[in-house]
């Protein structure tokens, strides 16, 4: 089964760290782009972060900038998400697609797989 599986989230305190995994399953990621998106409750889902296939470029939406960190190993088939600083404002179910290009901090190009999601809470 092709498909994009997401881990790593949880419930963390205002100044914490976690990482997000993103796991492709039945295909390679070498091709892709891949992206973080999030969606906050009674919200509409917004990029976060997206890697080139190569990894060589990295870009990020203002609101993270300095705080998160994507990075991929390919020959593991997976990207995480590095999030640091984390404030209740992150909390959301975060979301990688794979798609053709990085378009700024989103996938362009048409997105090929989404994965289901992984809450993050950040409380204290």
């Known amino acids: 089964q092709l498909q994009l599986v997401e881990s790593g989230g949880g419930l963390v305190q205002p100044g914490g760290s976690l990482r997000l995994s993103c796991a492709a399953s039945?295909?390679?990621?070498?091709?892709?782009?891949i992206g973080w998106f999030r969606q906050a409750p009674g919200k509409e889902r917004e990029g976060v972060s997206c890697?080139?296939?190569?990894?060589?470029?990295?870009n990020y939406a203002d609101s993270v900038k300095g705080r998160f960190t994507i990075s991929r190993d390919n020959a593991k088939n997976t990207v995480y998400l590095q999030m640091n600083s984390l404030k209740p404002e992150d909390t959301a179910v975060y979301y990688c697609?794979?798609?053709?290009?990085?378009?700024?901090?989103?996938?362009?190009?048409?997105?090929?797989?989404w994965g289901k999601g992984t809450l993050v809470t950040v409380t204290s």
């Open positions: 697609a794979a798609g053709g290009a990085c378009s700024g901090y989103v996938p362009a190009y048409g997105i090929d797989y």
């Open positions: 890697i080139s296939r190569s990894g060589g470029s990295t």
């Open positions: 039945g295909f390679t990621l070498d091709y892709y782009a």
